[in-house]
């Protein structure tokens, strides 16, 4: 892969919230690339940023959110677009279009008084894609392509006569109708039981094997970066602080963070308790003094508490934020 296969190269980003008790940097400093055909997922606890980082680059933040930093999508012809940059309108052009979203709870993003074969069709009619006529049988073969059967009848239904897989199901459909070069998927299995999660990441990765486009998987469970992600970014406190392809990072996790994670994951044939990792999230108020992770780290030396560490590249290629890393 080389450097034109980055359609997302994201620099920087830090997204800030003013509250009555100061000011929130719910995400510092995040850079990452993200190339076509590829998927990275971005994992950690809740309230590590995960969020914070999918609404800043689609841009769905309240007013009161100050974002910094350049968010570069590389558009269909080859255009390169600074999401963080774009007016209001030029982003409605992006979303939907370039930038496809599949959120959590499916019943929160479809119109529950509209058929699901219109939604669907609605997608490609807003960017006008096609005609009506066109966009209804566009429809069709996309509930046919997210393994919906009996389309026809499916397509004349609404949301709540659908179980919640195959609501799921009709979202990236959605989200698939108008070929986006990106799609961002935020925590899109969670609400599922354990089969039907398995079945709908399968299709997610078939789907984008066909399409090639790139996805951004977020996702509070290792499990399912197992089963989807091609690399993985771990945040923490709002921060990036390891990432690497997924063989690697399961394989030899570098950072404290990314260690507890990982023995937090239940294997085959593994008997006792799990171990967690002590200790709450960090609040990401203000400035800070060393690492964030300090106060629940194990390996923590004095350094640790006065000293900030650095991202930076391990020898074994993985970047990881930790004064210890690998030593
Ligand atoms: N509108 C807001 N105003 C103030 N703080 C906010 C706002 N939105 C998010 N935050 C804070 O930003 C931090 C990151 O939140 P975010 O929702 O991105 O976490 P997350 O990792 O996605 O967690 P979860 O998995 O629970 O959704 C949290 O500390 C949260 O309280």
Redesign the pocket.
């Known amino acids: 892969m080389n450097s034109a296969d980055v359609i997302l190269d994201v620099k920087g980003l830090t997204t800030s919230?003013q509250?009555a008790g100061g000011c929130?940097k719910?995400v510092n400093d995040l850079s990452f690339t993200l190339r076509r055909g590829e998927t990275l997922a971005i994992v950690?606890e809740?309230?590590?940023?995960?969020?914070?980082t999918s609404f800043s680059l689609m841009r769905l933040l309240?007013r009161?959110?100050q974002i910094q930093g350049e968010a570069w999508l590389t558009g269909r012809d080859g255009e390169r677009l600074n999401l963080l940059a774009l007016s209001e309108t030029e982003m409605e052009q992006v979303r939907g279009r370039q930038l496809g979203m599949i959120f959590q709870e499916p019943m929160t993003s479809l119109n529950p008084l509209q058929q699901v074969g219109e939604q669907i069709a609605e997608a490609m009619l807003t960017h006008k894609l096609c005609d009506r006529k066109q966009a209804r049988q566009r429809a069709l073969e996309l509930l046919t392509l997210v393994g919906i059967s009996a389309p026809e009848i499916r397509a004349q239904q609404y949301p709540h006569q659908m179980s919640g897989g195959m609501r799921q199901r009709v979202m990236i459909a959605i989200a698939l109708a108008c070929k986006p070069q990106v799609l961002i998927a935020d925590e899109p299995t969670t609400a599922l039981d354990v089969t039907i999660q398995a079945q709908i990441l399968r299709l997610m990765r078939k789907l984008q094997g066909e399409v090639g486009m790139g996805m951004l998987f977020i996702t509070?469970d290792m499990g399912v970066v197992a089963q989807i992600a091609d690399r993985v970014a771990v945040m923490y406190g709002g921060q990036l602080v390891e990432m690497a392809d997924t063989r690697t990072l399961f394989r030899r996790p570098l950072h404290p963070y990314t260690q507890g994670l990982l023995a937090s994951v239940p294997r085959p044939g593994q008997s006792g308790r799990l171990a967690g990792i002590p200790g709450q999230v960090e609040t990401?108020y203000g400035p800070h003094l060393g690492c964030r992770f300090v106060n629940r780290c194990a390996q923590a030396r004095e350094v640790c508490r006065v000293d900030r560490p650095v991202l930076f590249v391990h020898p074994a290629q993985q970047l990881v934020r930790c004064h210890f890393a690998g030593l």
């Open positions: 919230f509250t929130v719910a950690g809740s309230g590590c940023g995960k969020s914070v309240s009161q959110a509070h990401v």
